[in-house]
Structure formats: C-alpha cells, structure tokens
C-alpha cells in the first residue's frame, strides 16, 4: 500500500484539548447561526409545496426548463424526469415539477400552475398563441367548441352527440398518444372524426408540444412528517452502529464513535446554516453517506487499537492510540484525500442541482476524517484515563479477554490494590 509518512511519530492525544476547542467552536458558531435565523433552511420537499406532472412530445431539455421556471420566479423548483418502464430517465418524455408552496388551497393550486404553464409556454409554446392548446383541452371545452362549430351538421342531440365525440378524441389523445397531440390529422384514425372535424377542431386550436397532466398540493403537515421521518432515519442509523460497534468491539467503542458521528452531522448542518444552504432529501441522503463514511474510518483506527492493544502491554494506552493512528495515517489520507477531490469536482462543477448534496460530502468528508481521530479517539482515551482512576483496565472484555495472566498492561499495574 502506498505511504506518504514512513513512520510519523505524532502525538495526537496530546493536542486533544485542541481538538476539543476548535470542535466547540464550530459547534457554537452553527448554533449562533441557527438561533439566528430562527432554526434551518428547509427546501420545498420539508416545507410543502405544488407538483406538476408535465409530458412533452420530445424529451425535454431540463436546463432549459429550470432557467425559463426561474424567470418566473420560481428558482426553487426542484424538477424530476419521470422514466415510464425503463430504467433511464434522461430519455423520458415526462417531468414533475415541485414548486414551493405560497397560498393555500385551491389558488395556491391556480396560481402554481399558471406560473409553470406560463414558463412553459414560453418556452415551449403553441405556434399560435391566439388559440387555446388542444392537449390542454377538457371534455367539456372541446364539446362545447364542437357543438357551437357543429362540422357534422347535427341538428337533433348535437350536445350528446359532441360530448361523446369528445370523450373518444380525448381518450385517444391521453391513451394512444400517451396525453400529447402533435397533430391534429393523427385524429383521423378515431371512430365518428371526419375530416370537417378535424377542420373545425384546426380552426379553434392550435398543438403544442407538452400537456399537464397533473396538480396536486403537498402541504406542510406532509413536509412536517418528511422531516421528522428523515430525523428517525438518521437516529435509527446511528444506533445500528452503536449495536455493531458494541458487539464488534465494546460498548465504549460504539459510543465513542457514535459521538463522533453525531459530531460529525451537526458541524454539517452548522456549516448549511451559516452558508444558507437549504437540506433537501438529497442533502439527508448526503448526510447518511457522510455517517457511514465516517463510521468506517473511525473503526479502521478501533480496530488498529484494539490489535495493538495486545501487543504493546507495557505502554499507556494514549501512546497506543497515537501509534495506531499514526500506522492508518497514510490510509486516511490516501482514501479520504481521493473522495475528497471527487466530491470537491462535483461540488464545483456539478451544478446548482447538486450543489447542497455535494457541500454536505465536502464538509463531511473533511469532518469525519478529523473527528475519527481528534474525537473518536480522545474520547476513548478519556473514558480509559477515568476508568483507569477507579482500578479498571480499560480495554478489558473481547479486546483484551486473551491476555496471559499477568499481563494486563501499566493502567492494570498501577491499579490500586484489591480494586483490579
């Protein structure tokens, strides 16, 4: 394996009260921040919102999309390719758009979907605009506009006789052509359509190039939930990890460890709040990445512990936590400095889209390394110490059930008598 040090020889434990203070630092200027602005910056999937199902004759360009939603005000919008069978979304001719909720009930509703009909039509607009869009059409509006052009010269039942009419054009509209019209002499092929329908239904409307095909309101009890359920997904994570760590190795093991990840998370959401990012279901996504990354690095360094916490008996057990740091150092560089400059290319130059999922695997990445071996391990090495006082060899039960007698190391020597 590759080193960069040969043999460091660092005393890590002895600058622990440096890593104690600039923990509590970070720490405490992300709660200012925090009770500053009245708690976290919640994106429209937490706060509620307006989805928009949207399906376009093509494949649409998102892009184009995000930047036309913008100039409506709507910058916020999160906007999802829906793949209907297949596994690749790119290719998918049908989008959900979540706009940020502002009102409530049925206007909330209106006013939602004018400003992304308006956007699109801008950019995606029929040929023309004085006429209203055939794919936008109803049952009712598209009888009524047949009866009052009556192209079948009806004269008994014309209202029934169109509404049916209707249904059947629309119904091959929204199943055969899958909601999206992209001309109207396709209407040929349906039963009753002859082609002084198709001339009267040219003369009322024009095609475009996308139909909405859905609205529907999220609101903020629904957010309200997804928050708290992103709470218990994380606290559930976290406490799978305590179990693993408290079987693999001991419950103080899993605890430090533990504090050190919700360290970890915290400084994060520090970080979002101080810089105004908002947490979305990416960024918890990207914040159960950064746990179990952490947790990884953070048990290589446990387990290097505990191993030479068997060998090295005679030496206190802070210089054995800074050899076994020392011998994983080049390890921890190599792997947290390589998926540190993958995420920084992505933070960079993946987008506004991912920019808050990536800042969260920047800042977690940076985090988690430091706290494996300037939390993690002081902790550890804290609780030793204090055990140590009361006559108990830390270090005792699976890790160190195997000593010969007699070997229990210095903090089991020095021990008061009657007390090991």
């Known amino acids: 394996m590759i080193e960069f040090f040969k043999e460091p020889n660092i005393d890590w434990m002895g600058k622990a009260k440096y890593f104690y203070g600039l923990s509590g630092l970070l720490l405490l200027a992300g709660l200012v921040s925090w009770l500053h602005q009245g ?6 999937d937490f ?18 999309i995000r930047n036309a939603l913008q100039a409506q005000g709507l910058g916020n919008s999160e906007i999802q ?13 049908e989008v959900l ?11 909330a509703l209106d006013t939602s979907k004018a400003q992304v009909l308006t956007a699109l039509n801008a950019l995606y607009g029929v040929k023309d605009p004085g006429k209203p ?38 119904n091959y509209r929204d199943t055969t052509k899958n909601g999206v019209l992209t001309k109207l002499d396709d209407l040929s092929a349906v039963d009753g359509v002859t082609p002084a329908v198709i001339s009267a239904l040219k003369n009322s409307y024009a095609v475009g190039s996308f139909a909405i095909r859905n609205v529907e309101i999220v609101g903020p009890k629904v957010g309200a939930e997804l928050r708290r359920q992103a709470i218990l997904v994380t606290l559930y994570a976290l406490a799978g990890m305590l179990v ?8 103080v093991y899993g605890a430090a460890a533990v504090l050190a990840v919700f360290h970890d998370v915290l400084i994060t959401l520090g970080f979002f709040s101080l810089l105004h990012f ?6 918890i996504a990207a914040l159960l990445t950064l746990v179990g990354y952490s947790m990884n690095d953070t048990i290589v360094i446990f387990d290097r512990i505990r191993e030479n916490n068997r060998l090295l008996r005679r030496e206190s057990f802070a210089d054995v936590v800074n050899k076994s740091i020392n011998q994983t150092l080049s390890r921890t560089i190599l792997t947290s400095g390589l998926t540190f400059l993958t995420v920084l290319v992505l933070f960079l130059m993946g987008g506004q889209v991912l920019r808050a999922f990536s800042f969260a695997l920047v800042v977690g990445i940076v985090v988690g390394t430091y706290s494996s071996f300037g939390i993690a391990a002081p902790l550890l090495v804290a609780w030793n110490h204090w055990r140590g006082r009361r006559g108990t060899v830390a270090g005792t039960g699976p890790a160190a059930g195997n000593r010969p007698r007699g070997s229990e190391g210095v903090a089991g020597r020095l021990a008061p008598a009657g007390r090991r």
Not at 39 to 44: A, E, P, S
Not at 81 to 93: E, K, P, R, T, Y
């Open 47 to 64: 706060k509620g919102g307006t989805n928009v199902d949207v399906r376009f004759a093509q494949p649409p360009n998102i892009d184009q």
């Open 81 to 93: 390719a829906i793949s209907s069978g297949g596994l690749n979304a790119s290719n998918s001719n």
């Open 244 to 251: 693993y760590i408290a079987f693999r190795f001991e419950w």
């Open 97 to 107: 758009i979540f706009v940020e909720q502002k009102g409530e009930g049925d206007q």
């Open 133 to 170: 869009d055939f794919n936008a059409a109803t049952p009712s509006s598209l009888a009524e506009s047949l009866a009052a052009s009556d192209p079948l010269g009806l004269s008994v039942n014309a209202g029934d006789r169109y509404q049916q009419l209707a249904r059947k054009i629309l």
């Open 278 to 283: 908002e947490i979305s279901l990416t960024v």
């Open 39 to 44: 708690g976290l910056r919640y994106g429209i």
